[in-house]
């Protein structure tokens, strides 16, 4: 969802100029709001030309290959199209989705292509940011779990195998805090799990299998697990924001994982709860 906050912000913004708005200053509206961007194509269309610069359009459409929101963190394609957006100019003024909420004068959609390569995943999975996130989504599973929010553990080596049939494998080495760290063990952890997209709605992980130092983990701390992480991929948590979105396509194959999803952004007076 911050994804397309980002782009819709920045290209909408580029309304507020007070000129006409073409598909380059468009172009370049988005390109100053990434960190970098390969290949980038957007197109405004409008008639007449004039309602631009009430905020109004009849569609955007953008197509994207290597765009970097920020350091790590590469997708390897992006399309994104809307129906017709109408907002107030004087209230777009900041990348949020308050900001954004607050601009809309009716509901904003949108439908969204991504692709996301292997070995760029493998280099966000590593990436600092995105290992400390991982970190503590697990302690937060170990918490609710075992009962025990002292007992905390710190992650390293990650690697991902994209596999066909909608499957991952995910290597890792797992070390539990303590004080004398030299009585620490590092538990060599493999786990092979399957995605399934449930009513669009929700992405849920199925038949999973796992290792630790290379012997079987038991189906109970299995399921677990992949309860506990399908419960945080519920898209319906959007609502209360005033979201509704739902994912149309899940497919992983070999060297990539593709996603197209279907966006609506209700006005700030709405709420789809």
Avoid at 105 to 128: F, K
Avoid at 187 to 194: D, N, Y
Wanted: proline letters at 2%.
């Amino acid at each position: 969802m911050e994804l397309i906050t980002i782009i819709l912000s920045g290209v909408l913004s580029a309304l507020s100029n007070g000129g006409w708005v073409t598909d380059t200053i468009a172009k370049n509206a988005l390109s100053s709001n990434v960190e970098s961007v390969e290949t980038l194509k957007v197109r405004v269309d409008s008639c007449p030309n004039y309602q631009l610069i009430k905020g109004k359009l009849d569609k955007l459409r953008i197509a994207s290959r290597g765009l970097v929101l920020q350091q790590d963190l590469r997708i390897d394609v992006l399309e994104l199209e809307t129906d017709a957006i109408a907002v107030d100019l004087e209230a777009l003024n900041h990348s949020s989705l308050e900001d954004l909420r607050n601009s809309l004068q009716q509901p904003l959609q949108a439908a969204t292509r991504i692709v996301i390569t292997e070995a760029d995943l493998t280099a966000a999975l590593q990436s600092e940011t995105v290992l400390q996130k991982l970190q503590e989504t697990l302690n937060k599973l170990v918490a609710e779990r075992a009962g025990n929010s002292a007992r905390t553990y710190e992650l390293s080596a990650p690697q991902i195998d994209l596999l066909p049939g909608n499957r991952i494998k995910l290597e890792l080495e797992l070390r539990r805090s303590r004080s004398n760290q030299n009585r620490v063990r590092a538990l060599a952890i493999s786990l092979e799990l399957g995605f399934k997209v449930i009513s669009g709605s929700q992405i849920q992980l199925v038949n999973p299998q796992g290792t630790v130092n290379g012997r079987q983990m038991s189906e109970r701390l299995l399921r677990g697990f992949a309860q506990g992480i399908s419960d945080r991929l519920k898209l319906t948590s959007l609502e209360s924001l005033g979201i509704l979105a739902r994912l149309l396509q899940l497919e992983i194959t070999e060297d990539k994982i593709e996603l197209v999803s279907f966006t609506r952004i209700e006005t700030k007076s709405v709420s789809t709860n």
